[in-house]
């Protein structure tokens, strides 16, 4: 599966968006929280609206790479699970 392309969001565009007055639905967008698990969706979306409240430049890296990590386990995840069905259907 590939991912598509999009610009890079950066940290300094992370806290650029806080003003936006639709700030958690926009960053949770931009950091693809859909193609995360379902509890990695929902503590995406809390760490966002902690960092709203009183986030910084350093928070926002953390925010990023804790959304990388956790897109990345979820896409291993299903790897994972579809050479699994694989093997199966092979037998």
Known sequence: MTQPDTPT???AAIVSLRNDSDALRVITEKLRVKE???ADHIRT???VKAFLSTG????AERLLIRAQARR???QA???EVAQRQGQRMAQ
Not at 56 to 59: A, S
């Open 9 to 11: 969001l950066t940290a």
């Open 36 to 38: 995360m698990g379902p």
């Open 45 to 47: 979306k809390h760490e």
């Open 56 to 59: 910084d430049l350093v928070e």
């Open 72 to 74: 990345d386990l979820q």
């Open 77 to 79: 995840y299903r790897e």
